[in-house]
C-alpha cells in the first residue's frame, strides 16, 4: 500500500521533472568547467551576460582535478567548451592530451609575462586572464594566543616559533602550491631549494590535500599560519574572519588561466568569453572586493584603489627572479612525488627531527658546545639529503615512471619506495644524532 | 527452509538482478580498475603492482591504519549505541522513540560543511579545547590523527549498530528472559548471558556495516588530514592528474576484497545462530521501570551520548546562523542573512534532492526485497553472487563509480544527443547501486523473521508465489522495507562523490553540491551551513514522516507481535 | 529440600479495565500436586505468573513456606517456572540451559556438574547433554526445561500448561512421568492447564478459575461428585442440565421439569432459588423402575459406540441429555430416531446455581 503510493508518486514525479530536464539546450549556451568559488563566478557571469546578449554562462564547479578526469571521460561527445582555472599543470595536462583546442587572442593590451611568469602558452592552448601572489596568511587571535609573531619572509617560518602552527596545500594537489615550491627550488637551486622546504614543513601541522583547506584552517583558527594564494586572504577579510596577510619579498606570481575545449559545441560562444575576460571591461570585474585578483592588463589597474598590489610596477611582486616554465614542467611529477613522500607521507618523522634540533639549538643558544653543533648540523644535513639530483629529477627515464610511457623502464611504486625509505632512514638517524646532541649540550 | 524447483519467474527474476548489477556495478568498475592488473606500457596482464603495493611501506602502513580505525570505530560506536539501546528497548523510558529518532541524525551529515562543524567545536581550537584550556589548562585531542577519524566516524556511523541492535532486542522473546530471572538471574548478568547473545545477529549486522563504511571512507580521514589510510590513498592517487599511477587502482581492488571479506566473516559468524521468530509472538522484552537513582543516571548517560553525537548538527547550526566564527568558543555574533541568501536559490536542489533520493530509496528496496527473497527463500545456483555483489557496492569509492559511468555510458547517447552517462537518471542509479547494501540488510533481516508458515498457509489457499510475495510477504516486512527505504533515502540526500563526477549542470545538481560549491571560499561557509541545516531537516522530516506512517500501519494490522 | 507451602490470600488484579484476578483465596499443602484448571482467559496463567513474580497484584498476599514473597523480584524467589514455550535458550547447549541456575547461584564447578549430570539422568537426557535445542524435539525439550528448573533444587515448581505443545500420546505418557518426577522430589508443584482429564488424572486437589473467581478447591474425585455450581459440573466430565421449577413444601417438594415430569426432592436437600438439575450421563438409565424415579420419554437423536459404554444423545423436548450405559457383548443397541424412557433419580441427581 504504502509502495504502491510511493511508487506511483515517484513515477508522477519522474514524468514531471523529465519534461522539465528535456527542455534544456537554449541556443547560446556556454559550458564552463571550473574550479572557482560562487564568489568569482557570480559577479563575471553577470557581466559577461549583460556584455554579450543572447548568451548564458552554464558553470559547472568541479575541482581542477575532477574536471580535468572528466574532460578525459567524456571527450567522445564533449558537452563542455571551456576550463577555466587557477594551476596551469592541469592546462599542461589537458594541451598533453589533446583535448584543447588553439586561439588566436584578439584583444590587446596584455604583455607577455606578468612577473617572471609567462602569462599565456606559447603555442596558444590557454590563456591567463589573471594573476594572484602567494604569500603568508596568519590568525590574529590564535597568534596572539600562541604568543607568534608576525612572519614577514619564508624563512620565518622555519623558525622554532612556528612549530606545529603552520599549513600548506601539497603541490601534488595544488597547482599553485606546486609553483610556489618550484619558485624556491629554481630560486635557491635544488639542493638548498630542497633544504629550505624541509625546514620549514618540519613546522607543519597540517598538509591539506586541496588548496582552500588551508585558508579554511586559518580562518576557523585550528591552525595559526598558512601559505596561501592572497585573493584568499582578501576574501577572508572581506568576509571579516580575524586574519592578516603579508607578500614575502620573495614572491611568486601565479596565473589563472582559461582554455577552449576541443570539439566544443558552441565555439563561437567560447571565443566570446575568452575576448570578454580579456577585455578591459572582463578584467575590471576582477578588482571586485569578492575577486580580488590581479588583471593581466596593465593598463586597467588605473581604476584600482590606491593600494592595490600592482605586479607590473611593484618590484616587491617575483619580478626580478627568472622563472623556467619549461624546466618546471619536465620536473613537476617528481617535484610532487619527492614532496609527497619525502614530506607528506612522512610528516610525524619528520617534525619529530625537526623539533628534536630545534630543541638542541635552544640549549646551545644559552651554553654553547662543540661536539653537539657539529652532530647538529649533521642531523640537518640529514633531513635536508635528497636521494635524486636535479639532474636525475629531469631525466626521461625519472619522467617516464610517472606519465605511464611505452618503454619499460623502472615503476613509479619504485621510485616511490625508494624514496620514502630513504627519507625515513635519515629523519630517523637524524634525530638520532639531535637525541645525542640533546645529552652533551646539558 | 528453502523450496524445491526454482520456478522460471525466480530464474528470471534473478538474470535481472544480474543483468542490472553487471551493467550499473561490476562493468563500470570494472572498466576503471582493471588498470591495477595490467602491466604499464603494455597493458598486458600482471600482478606486479600488488607486488609493488606489498613491498610499499606507505601502504602496509595504510593497511594497518584502516583496520586499526575500522576497528576502533566499531567498539566506539557500539559504547554509543549500547546503552541507547538497552535503555529503550528494556525499560520504560519517556522520550525513547525521540531517542531513536535523534540517534539516526549522525547518519545524516552533509559531506564537508559536517567537518567543518565538528572541527570548529571538537578542534584543536574548537570551542570545547578553547573552554578547557582556559579553565583547566589542558586540551583533548579529539580529533587528532587517527584518533579523530576513529571519534568522528564513530560518531556518524554508530546509527546503524543503534538501529539494527535496537530492532533485535525487540525481538527477543520474552520469556526467555523470564526463565532466566525465574533461575536467579537478573541485571547485567541477564543482559550478558541472555539477551545479548540473542540480539547477536543484529548487533553484527549493525558493526559489520559499521566496519565496512569506515574501511572505506575516505571523506573523513582527507578532511582530517589523515593521509596514511587506504581509503584516502586510493583517492589522492586515482584523482591525481599528469601521472598514470596504477596504485590508485591496485589499492580499489584491495578495498573490494577486504570489504567483501569481511561481510563474508560476520555472515558465517551469524550462520548458525539462526534466532529468528522460532518463538511465537514473544511480545519482545518485558520493560522495567526505572528507580530514582537509576533513572537520573541513565538520563545523564543518554544526554552525554546524545550531546556527542548530535554535536556536528548542533555545530551545523551554529555556523549557518553565525557571522565570525574563529578561535573562540562560540560565533562572535549572528545573523540570519546566510538563510536569505540559500532560500531562493535552493528551491531547486531541494527538488532534485527529494527527486533522486526517494527514486534511489525506491530502487533499493525493491531489488533488496527480491535478491533477499531470492536467498532465502529459493534454491537458484549462484544466487549468493548477486548477494555478495550487490554488498561490494559497499567498498566502491563514489569517485570510481561515477569514472566508470562515463567511461561506460559517455558514448551512448540518448535521442536528442546528450550523453547518456551525465542524463540525470545515472545519478539516481549511482546512488541506488552504492546504498543497495543498506536496503538488503534490512530487507534480508526482515525477511529472515518471517517464518515460512505463514506463506505455505497463503499458497495452500490458492495463491501463487507472486501473490503470496505481494499480499503475505510483503506486508509483513513492512519494517525492514522502510527502514531499508530511510537508510538510502537519507543518505543518498547528503551523497556528493558520485554526484560530483556526474552531475552536468546546476539544474540537475542536487543539495550536496549545492552545498560543495558554496564551501570552496570564506563567505560561503555561512550559506554552506544553511544549506547543509536544510538537507538535515528536509531528511529528518522525511525520516519521521515514514516512522508515523509505519507505526500507523502496525497498528491497523492489530496489535502486531 | 524440605517442599514448602503456599498460601494466597485475598489477591485482586487488573489491567486498567479488566479485572483479571478477583479476591483469590487458596492454600496449598507442602509436596502438594495442585492443578490451576479452567478455560482460557480464566487468569490461571496470570495466577502463577504472580507467584514466580512476573507479575504484580495489586492487593492480598502470597507467602511460600510462610514467607511472605510480594516484594521478590523474580530472581530472589527460588521458585523454578516451565514455561509454555519451553523457552530453552537457542545458543547454549542443553549442558549450558540446565547448568545456567546453579551457575547463577555461584555453586562451585564440581557441585554444578554433579547437579546437571543428576537432572539430566531424571529426564532421561544424559546423552543429549551436549545437543542444542534446535536439535531436539519437542518432548526433549520439554524435558530439558523440567530439568532446568528441578536442578536448582527450587521451593515449588511451577508448570505452565507443558503438555499443550505435545501429540496426545505423548500427553499421556509425559503427564506420568511429571507425576513420578514429582513424588520422587516431593516438590510443590502448581500445574496449569485447561484440560480436565490432565488435572484429573495426575493432581492432588484443583483450583477451578472461571473469570478470574476460584470457583471451587478440592480433590479431584470432589469435584466431580460434589461440584459447587454448574460451571464446575460442566467443566469436570459431561453434565446434563435441564430447567425446572420447585414445587410443594416440606417432604412432598417435587422438582418440576418442562412436560409435566416432576422429580421428588429427598427431604434433606437445600436447594438455591433458581437451581439447576444437574445428573450425569451414566447416572441415566434406560431401564425404568425404583422409587424416587421418574421417568422421561424421549427420542434418540445420537448414538456413539465407545468399546466400554454406549452414549446415547437423548432428545427430551427441546433438550438434549447424554446418557452412557455400559456395553457387554451380545447387548443390543438402540436404534437412532426410536422413541425410549428415561429414568432419574434425585438421589444421583444434583440441584446447583450457574
Known amino acids: 500500500m504504502i509502495i504502491r503510493r510511493t511508487l506511483v508518486i515517484t513515477l508522477a514525479t519522474l514524468a514531471l521533472s523529465s519534461t522539465v530536464a528535456l527542455s534544456q539546450a537554449p541556443s547560446g549556451k556556454v559550458t564552463v568547467v571550473t574550479s572557482f568559488a560562487k564568489d568569482v563566478t557570480d559577479p563575471i557571469k553577470k557581466a559577461f551576460e549583460k556584455a554579450t546578449p543572447g548568451v548564458t554562462l552554464d558553470v559547472q564547479n568541479r575541482n581542477t582535478n575532477a574536471g580535468v578526469k572528466f574532460l578525459e571521460e567524456t571527450r567522445a561527445n564533449n558537452q563542455v567548451d571551456l576550463f577555466w582555472a587557477s594551476a596551469p599543470d592541469a592546462f599542461e595536462v589537458l594541451k598533453g592530451k589533446k583535448l584543447l583546442q588553439a586561439y588566436k587572442v584578439k584583444a590587446v593590451g596584455i604583455p607577455e609575462k606578468v612577473g617572471a611568469y609567462p602569462i599565456n602558452d606559447r603555442d596558444g592552448f590557454y590563456f591567463g586572464f589573471a594573476a594572484s601572489g602567494y604569500g603568508i596568511m596568519w590568525n590574529e587571535r590564535y597568534a596572539r594566543a600562541n604568543r607568534l609573531p608576525d612572519p614577514r619572509e619564508w624563512q620565518d617560518l622555519t623558525k622554532p616559533v612556528f612549530h606545529d602552527h603552520v599549513s600548506i596545500a601539497a603541490p601534488s594537489r595544488s597547482g599553485t602550491t606546486h609553483l610556489t615550491i618550484e619558485a624556491i627550488l629554481q630560486g635557491e637551486g635544488w639542493e638548498k631549494g630542497w633544504r629550505v622546504v624541509k625546514e620549514m614543513a618540519g613546522n607543519f601541522r597540517q598538509i591539506t590535500e586541496r588548496s582552500f583547506g588551508v585558508p579554511e584552517a586559518v580562518n576557523s583558527g585550528q591552525v595559526g599560519v598558512g601559505i596561501v594564494i592572497d585573493f584568499f586572504a582578501f576574501s577572508a577579510q572581506a568576509s571579516g574572519f580575524p586574519v592578516k596577510f603579508v607578500y614575502p619579498s620573495v614572491t611568486t606570481i601565479v596565473p589563472a588561466n582559461i582554455g577552449i575545449v576541443a570539439s566544443a559545441p558552441n565555439r563561437a560562444g567560447a571565443e566570446a568569453f575568452v575576448e570578454f575576460l580579456l577585455s578591459p571591461t572582463g578584467q575590471e570585474v576582477l578588482l571586485e572586493p569578492s575577486i580580488r585578483r590581479l588583471p593581466v592588463n596593465p593598463a586597467v589597474y588605473a581604476k584600482a584603489p590606491a593600494d592595490y598590489p600592482n605586479p607590473f610596477t611593484d618590484a616587491r611582486l617575483g619580478s626580478l627572479l627568472p622563472f623556467d616554465a619549461e624546466l618546471s614542467e619536465t620536473r613537476t611529477a617528481v617535484v610532487d612525488t619527492l614532496f609527497d613522500q619525502l614530506i607528506s607521507f612522512q610528516l610525524d618523522a619528520l617534525k619529530a627531527a625537526t623539533k628534536s634540533i630545534q630543541d638542541v639549538e635552544a640549549a646551545l643558544a644559552k651554553k654553547d658546545n662543540a661536539a653537539a653543533r657539529k652532530l647538529i648540523a649533521d642531523a640537518r644535513d640529514l633531513i635536508a639529503a635528497m636521494p635524486i639530483d636535479a639532474a636525475g629529477a629531469a631525466a626521461a627515464e625519472t619522467r617516464g615512471a610517472f606519465t605511464g610511457a611505452k618503454e619499460k623502464g623502472a615503476r613509479q611504486a619504485e621510485f616511490e619506495q625508494q624514496w620514502a625509505s630513504f627519507a625515513r632512514e635519515r629523519y630517523a638517524q637524524a634525530k638520532q644524532k639531535a637525541d645525542e646532541a640533546a645529552k652533551l649540550a646539558r | 527452509m528453502p523450496r524445491p524447483a526454482s520456478t522460471p519467474g525466480q530464474i528470471a527474476l534473478a538474470a535481472f538482478i544480474a543483468i542490472f548489477l553487471l551493467a550499473f556495478l561490476v562493468v563500470p568498475v570494472a572498466t576503471v580498475i582493471h588498470v591495477a592488473f595490467t602491466e604499464k606500457g603494455t597493458g598486458s596482464f600482471t600482478l606486479i603492482n600488488f607486488a609493488d603495493f606489498l613491498r610499499t611501506e606507505l601502504f602496509i602502513r595504510s593497511f594497518w591504519n584502516s583496520v586499526y580505525v575500522a576497528s576502533m570505530a566499531v567498539v566506539l560506536a557500539s559504547a554509543f549505541a549500547l546503552p541507547l539501546a538497552a535503555l529503550t528497548t528494556r525499560f520504560v523510558f519517556p522520550g525513547a522513540a525521540l531517542i531513536q529518532t535523534l540517534g539516526f541524525l549522525p547518519l545524516i551529515m552533509p559531506p564537508f560543511v559536517g567537518a567543518v562543524a565538528m572541527q570548529l567545536l571538537f578542534g584543536r581550537n574548537g570551542s570545547i579545547n578553547l573552554l578547557l584550556d582556559d579553565g583547566l589548562g589542558f586540551k583533548i585531542p579529539f580529533m587528532e590523527g587517527l584518533n579523530g577519524v576513529i571519534f568522528v566516524q564513530a560518531v556518524h556511523y554508530f546509527p546503524f549498530i543503534l538501529i539494527n541492535l535496537s530492532a533485535a532486542l525487540r525481538n527477543i522473546d520474552r520469556a526467555m528472559e523470564e526463565a532466566a530471572q525465574n533461575l536467579g538471574s537478573s541485571g547485567f548478568r541477564l543482559f550478558r548471558r541472555i539477551v545479548f547473545p540473542l540480539a547477536m545477529p543484529g548487533y553484527l549486522a549493525g558493526a559489520s556495516l559499521v566496519f565496512v563504511k569506515v574501511f572505506d571512507d575516505l571523506a573523513t580521514p582527507l578532511l582530517l588530514n589523515v593521509k596514511d589510510m587506504l581509503a584516502p590513498q586510493a583517492y589522492l592517487r586515482v584523482t591525481s592528474i599528469g601521472i598514470a599511477d596504477p596504485m590508485g587502482y591496485v589499492i580499489s581492488v584491495v578495498l573490494i576484497v577486504v570489504s567483501v571479506g569481511a561481510m563474508w566473516l560476520s555472515a558465517l559468524a551469524m550462520k548458525d545462530r539462526d534466532y529468528a521468530t522460532v518463538q511465537r509472538g514473544g511480545g519482545g522484552l518485558a520493560r522495567r521501570k526505572l528507580r530514582p537513582g537509576e533513572s537520573a543516571l541513565a538520563y545523564g548517560v543518554v544526554l552525554l551520548i546524545l550531546f556527542l553525537v548530535l554535536a556536528p548538527h548542533v555545530g551545523l547550526l551554529l555556523l549557518s546562523f553565525a557571522t565570525i566564527w574563529s578561535f573562540a568558543p562560540l560565533p562572535d555574533a549572528y545573523t540570519t542573512a546566510h538563510y536569505a541568501r540559500v532560500l531562493g536559490e535552493s528551491s531547486i536542489y531541494i527538488k532534485n534532492t527529494l527527486i533522486y533520493a526517494a527514486l534511489a530509496g525506491t530502487i533499493d528496496v525493491v531489488f533488496g526485497v527480491a535478491i533477499a527473497y531470492l536467498v532465502l527463500r529459493t534454491r537458484l545456483v549462484g544466487r549468493h553472487v548477486l548477494d555478495w555483489a550487490a554488498m561490494a557496492a559497499l567498498a566502491i569509492p563514489g569517485l570510481v563509480l561515477g569514472i566508470g559511468y562515463l567511461r561506460s555510458y559517455y558514448a551512448v547517447q540518448l535521442p536528442d544527443g546528450t550523453p547518456l552517462a551525465t542524463f540525470w537518471i545515472m545519478i539516481v542509479v549511482a546512488l541506488a547501486i552504492r546504498r543497495l547494501p543498506y536496503a538488503l540488510r534490512a530487507c534480508y533481516a526482515a525477511l529472515q523473521q518471517i517464518s515460512i508458515a505463514l506463506e505455505e498457509a497463503a499458497e495452500n489457499l490458492g495463491a501463487t508465489r507472486s501473490r503470496t510475495l505481494r499480499r503475505i510477504v510483503m506486508p509483513l516486512m513492512t519494517g525492514g522495507i522502510v527502514a531499508g527505504f530511510v537508510t538510502s533515502f537519507s543518505t543518498a540526500a547528503v551523497e556528493l562523490s558520485a554526484t560530483l563526477m556526474l552531475v552536468q549542470s546546476n539544474a540537475d545538481a542536487p543539495l550536496a553540491y549545492g552545498l560543495y560549491v558554496f564551501m570552496q571560499s570564506a563567505a560561503g561557509r555561512g550559506p554552506g551551513a544553511a544549506l547543509g541545516v536544510i538537507a538535515v531537516a528536509l531528511v529528518a522530516i522525511c525520516t519521521l514522516a515514514s516512522h508515523v506512517l509505519i507505526e500507523r500501519s502496525q497498528r491497523s494490522k492489530g496489535a502486531a507481535s | ?354
Open chain 3, 1 to 354: 529440600m524440605t517442599p514448602a507451602g503456599i498460601t494466597i490470600r485475598g489477591v485482586n488484579l487488573s489491567y486498567g479495565t479488566n479485572h483479571v484476578l478477583k479476591d483469590v483465596s487458596l492454600d496449598i499443602s507442602p509436596g502438594e500436586f495442585f492443578a490451576f484448571l479452567g478455560p482460557s482467559g480464566c487468569g490461571k496463567t496470570t495466577l502463577l505468573r504472580l507467584i514466580a513474580g512476573f507479575n504484580q497484584a495489586d492487593s492480598g498476599e502470597i507467602r511460600i513456606g510462610g514467607k511472605d514473597i510480594s516484594a521478590l523480584p523474580p530472581w530472589q524467589r527460588d521458585v523454578g517456572m516451565v514455561f509454555q514455550s519451553y523457552a530453552l535458550w537457542p545458543h547454549m547447549t542443553v549442558r549450558r540451559n540446565v547448568a545456567f541456575g546453579l551457575e547463577e547461584r555461584r555453586l562451585p564447578r564440581a557441585e554444578i556438574d554433579r547437579r546437571v549430570a543428576a537432572a539430566l539422568d531424571l529426564v532421561g537426557l544424559a546423552a543429549l547433554a551436549e545437543r542444542r535445542p534446535s536439535q531436539l524435539s519437542g518432548g526433549q525439550q520439554q524435558r530439558v526445561a523440567v530439568a532446568r528448573t528441578v536442578a536448582i533444587e527450587p521451593k515449588l515448581l511451577l508448570l505452565d500448561e507443558p503438555l499443550s505443545n505435545l501429540d496426545a500420546k505423548l500427553r499421556v505418557q509425559v503427564r506420568r512421568e511429571l507425576r513420578e518426577l514429582q513424588q520422587r522430589l516431593r516438590l510443590t508443584t502448581i500445574f496449569v492447564t485447561h484440560d480436565q482429564e490432565e488435572a484429573n488424572t495426575i493432581c492432588d486437589r484443583i483450583a477451578v478459575l472461571n473469570a478470574g473467581i476460584v470457583q471451587q478447591v478440592g480433590t479431584p474425585i470432589d469435584l466431580y461428585e460434589r461440584p459447587a455450581n454448574l460451571f464446575v459440573a460442566s467443566f469436570l466430565g459431561t453434565a446434563n442440565i435441564l430447567d425446572g421449577r420447585v414445587g410443594g413444601e416440606g417432604a412432598a417438594r417435587v422438582f418440576e421439569i418442562a412436560g409435566g415430569v416432576r422429580l421428588p426432592i429427598p427431604a434433606d436437600r437445600q436447594i438455591a432459588p433458581g437451581a439447576k438439575l444437574m445428573f450425569r450421563p451414566q447416572d441415566a438409565s434406560l431401564i425404568a423402575g425404583g422409587p424416587d424415579r421418574i421417568t422421561l420419554d424421549g427420542e434418540v437423536a445420537h448414538r456413539e459406540f465407545l468399546g466400554a459404554s454406549v452414549r446415547y444423545g437423548i432428545r427430551i423436548g427441546t433438550a438434549e441429555i447424554a446418557l452412557e450405559t455400559p456395553f457387554h457383548a451380545g447387548d443390543a443397541l438402540r436404534e437412532i430416531g426410536r422413541p425410549v424412557t428415561v429414568s432419574l433419580s434425585a438421589r444421583t441427581s444434583q440441584f446447583l446455581s450457574p
